[in-house]
């Protein structure tokens, strides 16, 4: 591996405790975010959290991780545009890190999805000029226990991009509203089209590499649908999950993803 490989970076945003369902049920599954990427083969990476409160939790006090914290108005909790404005304020302040850091190789992962631990030493073992896709993955079901191949992660996980970019290409402050190329970039589904479109087309990664975690209750995307649907909803997910190909996770991909089913008990 090359002494001169860039830096690599996973960037959480972090919802507040007072957006949250459940603030004990987010700073747990950010903790198992967390020991997904702890788990790494190759630990040359850092961890930055942007957030409102710090979490309390173990993890956090790793000397790998940053805590940004941001003095912004807290979203309301039924206010998912509001929320997801508070997302990418908090995205923006990740960029602005990764920029003043020298720029390198950037993960925006979500504070309750899992990593494979292959993951950073693939990257840095084999490097991209534009960076990385993940198409293959998993979806697991916290409440049916089980999961789901995917081999279209990228459609459905916001986890499923490593970019490369250098400094110039990232905002300098929160105020810096200057055209970047990181700003060219649409949203997750559009990733690989952006990149084909701009010149700076994706490699992809190899392997299985994310685990999108759905039936949590603290999904952005599950707060879309009406609230007197969702019980309805999860209980029709369950009925139906081995008859539409979930099963339940092999030793070997718990291993992989450092994922317990403990950690998402209630």
């Not at 459940?22 to 702890?38: E, I, N």
């Not at 979806?139 to 916001?158: F, H, M, Q, T």
């Not at 970019?165 to 700003?183: F, K, N, Q, V, Y």
């Not at 599950?222 to 969702?230: H, I, N, Q, S």
Request: proline share 6%; with cysteine; hydrophobic share 35%.
């Amino acid at each position: 591996m090359s002494k001169t490989s860039p830096p690599f970076i996973f960037g959480i945003p972090f919802r507040s405790k007072a957006s949250s369902k459940d603030w004990a049920r987010s700073q747990a599954l950010l903790a198992s975010t967390l020991r997904s990427v702890f788990s790494q083969t190759d630990s040359d990476f850092q961890v930055v959290i942007a957030c409102h409160e710090t979490p309390d939790i173990a993890e956090i006090r790793d000397p790998r991780v940053t805590v940004l914290n941001t003095a912004t108005p807290t979203p309301t909790p039924t206010n998912l545009a509001e929320q997801m404005r508070d997302k990418g304020h908090k995205r923006k302040m990740l960029t602005v890190e990764w920029r003043q850091r020298g720029g390198g190789y950037f993960m925006l992962l979500d504070a309750d999805d899992l990593v494979s631990r292959r993951l950073v030493q693939h990257v840095r073992e084999n490097p991209a000029e534009n960076g990385y896709l993940i198409k293959q993955g998993y979806l697991y079901d916290v409440a049916a226990g089980s999961c789901k191949p995917s081999a279209r992660l990228n459609e459905i996980c916001g986890s499923c991009t490593i970019f490369r970019m250098d400094p110039a290409d990232l905002p300098e402050s929160i105020e810096d509203e200057t055209p970047r190329l990181i700003g060219k970039y649409r949203n997750h589904q559009t990733f690989e089209e952006d990149g084909r479109r701009l010149g700076r087309a994706f490699d992809v990664i190899p392997f299985p590499a994310a685990i999108y975690v759905i039936g949590h209750g603290e999904n952005y995307t599950a707060d879309k649908r009406p609230p007197g649907l969702k019980k309805h909803f999860h209980r029709a997910t369950n009925a139906l999950s081995r008859a539409v190909g979930f099963h339940r996770l092999r030793d070997e991909v718990r291993d992989e993803f450092t994922l317990r089913g403990a950690d998402y008990a209630r």
